[in-house]
């Protein structure tokens, strides 16, 4: 890291970190849109901002936003794409002071109506209709349900402006909480993570470091913005002052060609982005599917080693993953320069000012080397919940994060991860609650009980299936059946069972009945493909 780089990186606000930004390399890229209208040319509605435009943008935003309502502290709710207009109207919130809560685009009427609710959001950004989903609609549907609706704002291409000489000082508090990130966890409502702009500095920082990338480099978001990865990204953006590719919608074969023609040389985001480029790559083995990569990175979900030497070996780059979550962005993270035992086989380094505790079932530390809960305490780790009842549980007397999951520490202080004591799904990067879908799978009449669980899989990490226990005497439900009942509850798409697995009688313990869940994972983890059987 440059001197200049640890100037940034000291910076107390995410505004402040771009306005530095943009006074060091005003005319350098920093976003490129992959934007390919039906029937244009290729390439043809690629559109790039500089970090000197992304300031000027976002402060003529901030005015526009400033203008109808929106204040320093003001709760502003926004479900967006991974569009260079969506990092505009983020910065514009961070240029006024308000406190934002993104929502993941596939988010639907169960989750957003439970964010708006909790934070009591004033004001609520949607993009229209959005693949085919009518966004407007269904936010103004959930505002007539509240006591206090929110300001709607249809954000397309266009955002709203003013003079900026109209604006308050920025904020010079780092320390403030400004950000509500959304995770399932284990409960069936999402949880509200509480994050200040100096604890996403510090995450993005470190993922700089770790990562070693340059101005020279290009790299790529092709997951939601809205996911707490986007600030993260964003942050090592402004610290190392090279451009990103942004995807409003990755897909393989077709998002290749923006990936080419932008030089990417960063790609990745979890394992099942890896799983993707690489059975991409197996169509067309000895020529490289995207000639300037040269680094495959992310984290969010579980990553098998032998996944490490299947990159390096057919796709010809490197591959460090890393250990993250919505309540603590960056927790540990591969080097591209360790060993290749250490990328295939470890989570990585903790973070610089990253304390993570190993611990017994009574909350004791455990020597190097010995498997227990995996704690974590320091800069990058969220201020609590917002439902204070939560933060109590999660929080240790000494101030420690209690993640739920299971690892050990090696004798090097690298991380390995074994498992997860609490029962939430990782699939591609984001975090179903097994209840939440419990919950709702028991409304369906042919349903006497339910338990989901995630199954091992190559693409997407986990895989979500639905164990059912049917009412006697109703017809066997289908798959179909499941996904629709779900979807007409409100539940997001990337939530809804791949997998559904009919049973007799579900297997439980004998003292107070819980459903072994174990046994579940064993019998029907080598099922293969996901969809419907009957056992």
Known sequence: MTRADDDLSASRTLWELLDRRAELTPGAPALIQADEPEGAEPGAGDRRMTFGELRTRAERTAAGLYALGVRPGS???????????????????????????????????????????????????????WRGFDHCAMAYRLALALPAPPLV????????????????????DGTAVRWIYWTSGTTSAPKG??????????????????????????????????????????????????????????????????????GVTVAGGSTAFYSMFLAEQRKQPGRKIIPTLRLLAGGGAPRPPELYGEVVRELGCRLAHGYGMTEAPMITMGDPEDTAEHLARTEGRPAAGMEIRVTDAHGEPVPAGTEGGVRLRGEAVCRGYLDPAQTAEAF??????????????????????????????????????????????????????????????????????????????????????LASHLTGAGLSVHKIPEQLELVALLPRDNTLRKVLKYKLRERFGACGEPGQSAR
């Open 75 to 129: 709760r502003v709710a926004w479900q967006l794409p991974t569009r260079i207009e969506t990092v505009v109207l983020s910065f514009a919130l961070a240029r006024i002071g308000a406190v934002q809560t993104p929502l993941i685009p596939s988010y639907r009427d169960h989750e957003v109506g439970h964010a708006l609710r909790a934070t009591e959001a004033g004001f609520f950004a949607v993009p229209g209709i």
């Open 193 to 262: 993570a509480l994050h200040t702009d100096r604890g996403l500095i510090t995450a993005g920082a470190f993922l700089a470091a770790a990562l070693r990338l340059t101005p020279q480099d290009v790299g790529s978001m092709a997951f939601p913005y809205a996911h707490v990865a986007g600030p993260d990204y964003t942050v090592m953006l402004l610290l190392r002052g090279f451009p990103s590719l942004l995807v409003e919608h990755f897909s393989l074969p077709g998002s290749l060609g923006a990936y080419r023609r932008n």
């Open 153 to 172: 704002l249809t954000v397309h291409g266009s955002l709203p402006e003013g003079d900026p000489a109209t604006l308050p000082p920025p904020p010079a």
């Open 396 to 481: 240790d007397a000494d101030g420690f994060l209690i993640t739920g999951d299971l690892g050990f520490l090696t004798a090097e202080g690298h991380l390995v991860l074994t498992g997860r004591a609490k029962d939430v799904i990782i699939r591609k990067g984001e975090n179903i609650s097994a209840q939440e879908v419990e919950q709702l799978l028991r409304r369906h009449p042919a349903v006497d009980d339910a338990a989901v669980i995630g199954l091992p899989d190559p693409v997407r990490g986990e895989r979500v299936c639905a164990v059912v226990q049917q009412t006697p005497g109703t017809a066997p439900l289908t798959l179909g059946e």
